[in-house]
């Protein structure tokens, strides 16, 4: 586990899941229409006119319902593909040593948000070229970006969590004695699952029956579909991040905590010339 990072393997991985994720997000309204029919006949004609006005590949014929080829390769392939990126990862020479097993897959995600970083950068890139050299700008780059931040967003503080590098006050946690400071742990891990579990119960009919299943898009000429991926992306994130949270604090029971000071610490120094490449 404890073994660096930078394979060719961890950077086609992440790129392959973002592709096939990426395709059936895009393409939900056909799993939707396949396996998920809506009862109401004006709803079902809605989600099967954006389905078709979304299609990237039209002119194949569907395997059964309105699934295609690609759109079952996809579906597949996320999580073969989540499974090999969680076993092939390897700790970068920046990131919290203290991970195990359980915390692969919130690393895996990691690598996949740093991909999305580097993709939204590119849409961004070549909006500002069209736009300011080309005066040709385009209608989806906006759209897309805002799509992308908003994942990159919160699948980041999932990796936080697991990093441990969200934002923490120390004054009276480290002049307390170990008991207390465990003490402390439980009930910040608690009132985490806890929020977790009352936005969850309290949201998750509205976000996936009013949002996802109805397939409610921006309004935009691009029109992507921000509210119905990225709400039900909260609930989904919120719950990783208090199941993260627990098993932090399982993992840092016995750990002796870290004392904060405003020495430097030259370790965490020399580690990050490493990582930039100096001596």
């Known amino acids: 586990m404890q073994r660096t990072s930078g394979s060719l393997i961890e950077w086609l991985v992440p790129l392959g899941f973002i592709t096939c994720a990426g395709w059936v997000i895009w393409h939900i309204p056909v799993y939707i229409l396949t396996w998920f029919p809506h009862e109401n006949e004006s709803m079902r004609g809605q989600v099967e006119a954006i389905s078709d006005r979304n299609d990237v590949t039209p002119g194949l014929s569907p395997l059964f319902g309105k699934i295609d080829i690609i759109d079952l390769v996809a579906l597949i392939g996320v999580p073969i593909l989540f499974v090999i990126g969680c076993r092939t990862v390897r700790r970068a020479a920046m990131e919290f040593e203290g991970w195990h097993a359980v915390d692969r897959a919130a690393v895996f995600i990691g690598r996949v948000t740093m991909m999305m970083i580097i993709l939204m950068t590119g849409v961004m890139l070549y909006e500002v070229f069209l736009r300011y050299v080309l005066e ?55 009132l985490i699952v806890l929020f977790a579990f009352f936005l969850v119960y309290g949201s998750y009919k509205q976000v996936f029956e009013n949002k996802l299943y109805k397939w409610e898009t921006f309004g935009t000429a ?11 992306m909260i609930l989904i994130v919120i719950t990783l991040v208090a199941i993260q949270a627990v098993l932090n604090l399982v993992s840092d029971w016995n750990v002796e905590p870290e004392i904060h000071d405003d020495t430097p610490d030259e370790e965490e120094i020399e580690a990050l010339k490493r990582a930039v490449g100096q001596d």
């Open 136 to 190: 040709r700008p385009t209608l989806w780059a906006n759209e897309l970006s805002l799509w992308l931040a908003g994942f990159i967003f919160l699948m980041a503080g999932f990796y936080a969590m697991q990093q441990r590098s969200h934002i923490r006050i120390f004054l009276l946690y480290d002049v307390v004695p170990r008991w207390m400071q465990r003490l402390f742990d439980c009930i910040s891990t608690l």
């Open 222 to 232: 691009f029109d992507p579909p921000i509210p119905a991926t990225l709400q039900p």
